[in-house]
């Protein structure tokens, strides 16, 4: 769905349904709204709110959509926010004006998001058969009973099914639209409109969901000093020892506390700073592969070269061409 930046903005439709949850309503707004290119700061995308008259959310307040169900019709994506009420998420049953809007999005090639239970909607309009897709671990049961014929993953932030791209609830709707802004328009671009929402850069899709688990009550400031601290020395070789020592622990509690943190262990998270630093430098540079491997600490162009093909299945020299062509 990549559009060359000197066109028109890339037009996103949010659904709005009854039972909406209000946070994914305005998760869209937020970071693509944050999407901005050049000096004069352009818009990068234009969001349509549609829907059917005044809907009432699941916070107990109503919203009313600027535009109609059909202004959709024009959208190169159409993104369903979370519900809470309603025929897809209690009884698979879809109001027809909104099945008719998603069939005619898919039939004319448009990309298709959902955030949290979102994914219902998509699911009853019958988009997700046979396909992975993610919604919130705690709607598991009755979502995965409605709809046994999809994939469901209920333990990842999101899925990227190419033109289906469905995630996790609340904060991991940041995620997949973060995630939508780099793949359309860089790193630099996403990484950007992060700092402006305050939220991380990047998480993998592929990490575990927050899943209610006993916690260990928080003291001082964890370990997310050690993390900043760590994204500076990047091209140093950082050990475990050396975390465990910055953050005043040791190595066992350390590790512990970090995977509570973040949903993956110390080295894991270093080397996905790592991948995703050289990335941004592919993207963002025309320094030579070895130079980008020893900037993002991963040693030599041969390691750069197995990291990036574990992680996108690419090739360092692809992975710039796509960028170079990009616009």
């Known amino acids: 769905m990549r559009k060359n930046r000197a066109m028109t903005p890339h037009v996103i439709a949010i659904l709005v349904m009854d039972g909406v ?36 959310t699941e916070a107990g307040f109503s919203v009313t959509p600027d535009h109609p169900l059909s202004a959709a019709e024009r959208a190169d994506t159409i993104l ?12 698979g049953t879809l109001p027809e004006a909104v099945r008719a809007t998603l069939l005619s999005a898919v039939a004319r090639g448009a990309r298709i998001v959902s955030i949290c239970t979102g994914a ?35 333990d990842v932030l999101f899925v990227d099914d190419g033109d289906v791209l469905t995630s996790a609830g609340v904060g991991a709707g ?35 969901q927050y899943i209610e688990r006993p916690v260990p009550p928080a003291a001082g400031a964890g370990t997310e000093p050690t993390r900043a601290w760590v994204l500076d020395r990047l091209s140093e070789p950082v050990t475990l020892e050396a975390m465990a020592a910055h953050a005043r622990m040791s190595v066992r509690t350390f590790t512990r506390r970090f995977r509570d943190e973040t949903g993956s262990s110390p080295r894991q ?59």
Not at 132 to 151: E, M, N, S
């Open 80 to 91: 369903i926010p979370g519900i809470h009420a309603g025929g897809p998420v209690t009884d």
């Open 174 to 208: 940041v995620d997949l639209c973060l995630h939508i802004v780099r793949g359309d328009h860089g790193a630099e671009v996403a990484n950007a409109a992060a700092r402006r929402c305050v939220v991380p850069p990047w998480r993998d899709g592929g990490q575990a």
């Open 269 to 327: 998270w270093l080397l996905r700073q790592r991948v995703e630093h050289a990335r941004l430098l592919l993207e963002s540079t025309d320094l030579g592969v070895d130079v980008v491997a020893r900037r993002a600490g991963l040693g030599s162009a041969t390691a750069l070269r197995q990291h990036l093909h574990a992680t996108i299945g690419v090739a360092p020299s692809a992975y710039r061409r796509t960028f170079r062509h990009a616009g």
């Open 120 to 154: 219902s909607v998509l699911a009853a309009a019958g988009l997700l058969d046979g396909r992975p897709a993610a919604t919130h671990w705690a709607w598991a049961k009755r979502i995965g009973g409605l709809y046994p014929q999809v994939d469901w993953d209920f």
């Open 21 to 56: 949850v209000p946070f994914d309503l305005g998760v869209p707004a937020q970071v693509f709204g944050s999407s901005r290119t050049g000096p004069e700061r352009t818009r990068l995308y234009e969001l349509l709110y549609c829907g059917e008259g005044t809907v009432r």
